[in-house]
Every structure is written in C-alpha cells, then in structure tokens.
C-alpha cells in the first residue's frame, strides 16, 4: 500500500533509479505540453515492453554527477488540474494496443489535492506496445530506448507456447574404440515459430561399466541423490532459443571400463512458455556396438 511515509522512505534511503524504478519531477507531468504527453507514454509503454516496473511522478533527482539517479526531494503536481482519470484517457487513448493493469496511485499531501504524487504501477505485457509517436521502446539501464525489429518480435511472442527437441541420435553419438571413449552431446532443437524463453534443464545419469570423465560444460554437478545417479542443473536459467534453431549446451564424455556397459540420461527441460519436457535414452555398449534406444514418451 502507497502512503507519503512510503514514498518519503525512498528519498531517505537513497533508493536509485533501476531498469524497474523511475522518479520524474512534476513538471514532467504538465499535459498541456504534447512533449510530456509523449514521454509519459512513452516511458509507460517501455516498461511494459521490457519487465515492468514503477514510475513515481512527483520525485526530482539530483544533479549532481556523484548522485545521479538517486531521489532528492519531493516535487509534486497540482492534483486538480493534473486528474488521475486525466492521466488514464492519455494512457488508453496513446498506447496501442492498451496496457492492462496499470495501477495509478495518487498520493495527497495536503486534503485540497494542491500536492500530490503519482505512483504509476505497469505490469510486464504479453505483447509489444507501440506509443504516441508510432514508436516501440524498452527499458535499458536508466532509460526507455527505442526497440530493434527482433525484440518487438520477441516481445510479441513472450505469451506463445514454444515447442522443444532433444535431437541426440546414434549417428551423432562419437564413439572412439581405440580408446573406449563415448562423447555424447547434448543439445535443444526449438522446432516451434515461437521463442523459447527462460530455459532451463536437469539431468540424471546413471552408469553400468562406465565412467564419467567430462561434463558438459553448462551444467553443474548436484550432490548425489540415489545410488549410481550423477544429477546435474543447468547453470544458465535465461537461455533463449529461437524458432528452428538447435542449441548446444556441450558433451558428457564416458570411458568404458568393462563391457556390456550401459549409459541412461534423463533429461528433463523447463521454461517459461513451454510445458514441462522429458527425454530418455538408453545406450548400451557390448562387443564395441552400440545400441541406441530412445525411451522419450
């Protein structure tokens, strides 16, 4: 809940601006000037176009080089002529498509609304918003800069079901007899139109007669869980794969100690916008051939 002590507590504990965290000064928020109508929509637009975040109007900074983007005092607009619903008819009227959910929280300073602050509160979308000049933009750093055709392409997608592959088959499976040496690599194949967000995976081993000598290199070990299991997480939870593209996340290596030997892996991927995937195969090595049976229902 918003209250004036809360907004106070972000001047005095120097709370700076962030990629989620804006202040502006009042005058920024005088809706007779086309210029300010045009910022606000697009600093409102940018935000729901990137993660979301909080835009508190009635905040001056510092000009100081040594405190730049940190709060230093209030500065409030006149609650009468700048309206809440004012602010709203200019959001919904500029910003195409509208942004759900914004929450717009005045803060009065005094009962006749002279002062007052506006906490603007804008939810990440799930499509890509264009503002008042026919323009995208995004969050970066301290600022709203415009967007590449890629991430407004991105943006749009973010609310699409992506859809993943473990393409692993036997011919790509690297076995040197000499010195009984299994690469098996591990790789994601997107086969959707969609991009796969926020992925991340875990994977099981489990070894007869084998030996592992190398991870792939974006996946950290865990400790043991069960008896002959090796488990491992991906050390990447951001990865993004875009449509019809196959990524590689590196190679487990094995040694053979004795035959018949046998390599299971299970392979579980998780993601954003992807329902929960598992892959299972088997390898079993006798008399130097291996035998490629894939378990993935």
Not at 1 to 14: A, G, H, P
Not at 74 to 99: F, H, M
Not at 131 to 145: A, I, W
Not at 162 to 181: T, V
């Amino acid at each position: 809940m918003w209250d004036l002590n809360k907004v106070n507590s972000y001047i005095e504990n120097e709370i700076e601006e962030n990629s989620s965290l804006e202040y502006k000064g009042g005058k920024s928020l005088d809706l007779s000037i086309d210029k300010n109508k045009s910022e606000l929509c697009k600093d409102i637009s940018a935000f729901a176009n990137s993660n979301g975040g909080i835009i508190i109007y009635g905040i001056s900074e510092f000009n100081l080089k040594e405190k730049a983007h940190l709060p230093e005092k209030l500065s409030p607009v006149d609650g009468r002529i700048v309206t809440k619903e004012r602010i709203e008819q200019i959001l919904q009227t500029n910003i195409k498509p509208k942004i759900k959910d914004i929450k717009i929280n005045p803060i009065r300073i005094n009962e006749a609304n002279l002062e007052t602050i506006y906490i603007i509160e804008i939810p990440r979308s799930f499509t890509a918003h264009q503002s008042l000049d026919k323009k995208y933009y995004r969050r970066y750093n301290f600022e709203s800069v415009p967007m590449e055709d890629y991430e407004i392409r991105d943006t749009m997608n973010r609310n699409v079901s992506a859809k993943l592959n473990q393409p692993i088959k036997k011919e790509s499976i690297i076995f040197n007899k000499l010195k009984r040496e299994i690469n098996l690599p591990i790789e994601i194949l997107n086969s959707s139109e969609a991009i796969a967000r926020e992925i991340f995976s875990f994977i099981t081993l489990k070894l007869k007669n084998a030996s592992l000598t190398k991870n792939a290199e974006n996946f950290i070990r865990l400790p043991q869980a069960e008896e002959n299991e090796i488990r491992f997480q991906a050390t990447n939870d951001n990865i993004k794969i875009y449509p019809n593209t196959q990524l590689k996340c590196g190679e487990f290596s094995f040694e053979i100690i004795n035959q018949p030997a046998q390599i299971c892996l299970k392979h579980i991927i998780m993601g954003n916008n992807i329902e929960k995937t598992f892959f299972h195969i088997h390898l079993d090595i006798n008399k130097d051939e291996i035998e490629f049976t894939d378990l993935t229902y």
